[in-house]
């Protein structure tokens, strides 16, 4: 029969087990109640204030000489362009907006970008990048947007530097230029999370697997 320090020993391991499970479960709830409350705070100060002015409609967008006048961005398909063409966005911006200090925001997708208001140029990006035949990255980029352009024209031009690019052009806005970091983050918020949870769930599991095998 099992003697009684087989069946002590075999208890201990038991007891453990148990431990190292509810521990496992109790850093589970834990972190996932740590995202809920940080997910919630985003969601808050997203609601509690509005952020954002859209630059929704009344675009004229050319691409490669093709014009489509009054745009709504959201609702524009073309055919997916390539390395060469050119994407041209123009529109007369608000008469007002209620930003200190604004930022003009929207993402690039392998495109240079040479930005006009009235047609003076205020920004551009890549070119050097296009002219070396290097990768132009994508992203979100954050333009420093003077209060003094209300009622301007505004003119972007995208010139495409990898095939098959992209086929919609994405939102673009105006926030505070203090909050635009962070309303990227929190409208974000959802991968960011899951990819931190995911890591710490690694971190958590690997943890308790070496105890168990050690054990």
């Not at 004229?60 to 961005?73: A, E, F, P, R």
């Not at 995208?158 to 919609?168: I, R």
């Not at 959802?190 to 958590?204: C, D, E, T, W």
Request: hydrophobic share 45%; charged share 25%.
């Amino acid at each position: 029969g099992t003697s009684i320090l087989e069946k002590t020993a075999k208890k201990k391991y038991l007891n453990k087990i148990t431990i190292q499970i509810i521990w496992f479960f109790y850093a589970l709830c834990s972190i996932a109640l740590v995202l809920y409350l940080i997910d919630h705070m985003f969601s808050k100060e997203i609601a509690d204030k509005e952020k954002r002015l859209v630059l929704e409609d009344g675009w004229t967008v050319s691409i490669n000489g093709t014009q489509y006048d009054d745009v709504i961005l959201d609702e524009l398909r073309f055919e997916t362009v390539s390395k060469g063409d050119k994407v041209v966005l123009t529109k007369i911006l608000p008469q007002q907006w209620r930003f200190e200090e604004a930022a003009l925001c929207f993402h690039v997708r392998q495109t240079t970008v040479d930005m006009f208001v009235d047609g003076q140029k205020i920004y551009e990006y890549g070119q050097e990048r296009l002219r070396n035949n290097d990768t132009i990255g994508s992203g979100i980029q954050i333009i420093n947007f003077s209060n003094d352009n209300k009622g301007k024209e505004l003119r972007i031009v995208l010139e495409v530097g990898e095939n098959q690019a992209f086929s919609k052009i994405d939102e673009i806005w105006i926030s505070e230029w203090s909050d635009s970091y962070r309303l990227i983050l929190a409208e974000n918020r959802l991968p960011f999370f899951l990819g931190a949870f995911l890591v710490v769930f690694g971190i958590v599991v690997t943890t308790i697997l070496i105890f168990v095998v050690a054990a």
